[in-house]
């Protein structure tokens, strides 16, 4: 397959990512779009690698899995804490920085 | 149509699926038990297509077996399972679906007029052999900064979490 393809395969999950991070309400469904669009971001960064020969898009895409475990880790943290404190993780009722 | 081709196009409907199934499911528990490892996999076996076996075992070892787990119970420690509060309703759906729309035509439109090499050169040795010189090499020092990220992340993860007692 070209390298067209897999940039293709991987803005599409990305924009399905995007679309859930929008429309979910539960701030747990919204992690699980961001996780959608760090993914895709790893095909594109693999897919270079494996079209230019150059090991740095395999050793990014180690880092940003390593970084999305532990962004999922604290994300889930918050959302545990803000609700202990609030009884909800329903994105519309944390308004709290609203001006 | 060689094995590529048809595993590219299997692995990539089963992974469009998946991602589908996780933004657009009404149960929050089947998003993250069912369709997110669906897609998570499936995101490991294009790694695998890409010829980088060692990410599939990453991505299987840390996504599909890590964070499942985690959001599982975080949906569970959160969420009243049984009863219909579990039901999860979107918001602003026609919005979103434009703007992830015009998101994907626009990198598409971007990615297809560009001549880029539409066949792989050939790998430059054995691949956990470069990976490895690369992490001690050239990206050492990112390698022990993202040591020191992963520390602060899960002491960070136990200080939003803990109790005040």
């Known amino acids: 397959m070209?390298?067209?393809?897999?940039?293709?395969?991987?803005?599409?999950?990305?924009?399905?990512?995007l679309f859930g991070v929008l429309t979910r309400r539960n701030a747990v469904g919204i992690l699980l779009g961001i996780e959608l669009m760090l993914n895709a971001v790893n095909i594109n960064l693999v897919s270079f690698a494996r079209f230019r020969a150059d090991v740095g898009g395999l050793v990014f895409t180690m880092f940003t899995i390593a970084i999305t475990v532990a962004e999922v880790a604290v994300g889930l943290a918050i959302i545990i804490a803000i609700f202990r404190a609030r009884r909800t993780i329903e994105a519309d009722h944390l308004d709290l920085l609203r001006g | 149509m060689t094995a590529e081709v048809v595993g590219f196009w299997l692995v990539g409907a089963v992974l469009v699926v998946g991602s589908l199934g996780v933004v657009l499911s009404?149960?929050?528990?089947?998003?993250?038990?069912l369709?997110?490892?669906?897609?998570?996999?499936?995101?490991?076996?294009?790694?695998w297509l890409l010829e980088s076996p060692f990410l599939f075992g990453v991505q299987l070892l840390l996504y599909a077996g890590g964070v499942v787990t985690?959001?599982?119970?975080?949906?569970?420690?959160?969420?009243?399972?049984?009863?219909?509060?579990?039901?999860?309703?979107?918001?602003?759906?026609?919005?979103?679906?434009?703007?992830?729309a015009a998101?994907?035509?626009?990198?598409?439109?971007?990615?297809?007029?560009?001549?880029?090499p539409s066949a792989p050169p050939p790998p430059a040795g054995e691949q956990m052999v470069l990976l490895g010189r690369a992490l001690v090499g050239p990206f050492g020092v990112a390698l022990q900064l993202l040591a020191v990220l992963l520390v602060v992340a899960l002491l960070g993860a136990l200080y939003f979490a803990r109790t005040e007692d």
Do not use: D
């Open chain 1, 2 to 17: 070209p390298l067209q393809a897999y940039l293709v395969l991987a803005a599409l999950v990305f924009a399905i990512g």
């Open chain 2, 103 to 116: 998101v994907f035509v626009g990198v598409t439109g971007f990615v297809v007029q560009r001549a880029v």
């Open chain 2, 70 to 100: 985690i959001v599982v119970f975080a949906i569970m420690l959160t969420e009243r399972l049984v009863g219909a509060s579990i039901r999860q309703s979107s918001r602003f759906v026609f919005n979103g679906a434009v703007l992830a």
């Open chain 2, 26 to 33: 009404r149960n929050l528990f089947h998003a993250a038990v």
């Open chain 2, 35 to 47: 369709y997110l490892p669906i897609a998570l996999v499936a995101t490991g076996a294009i790694f």
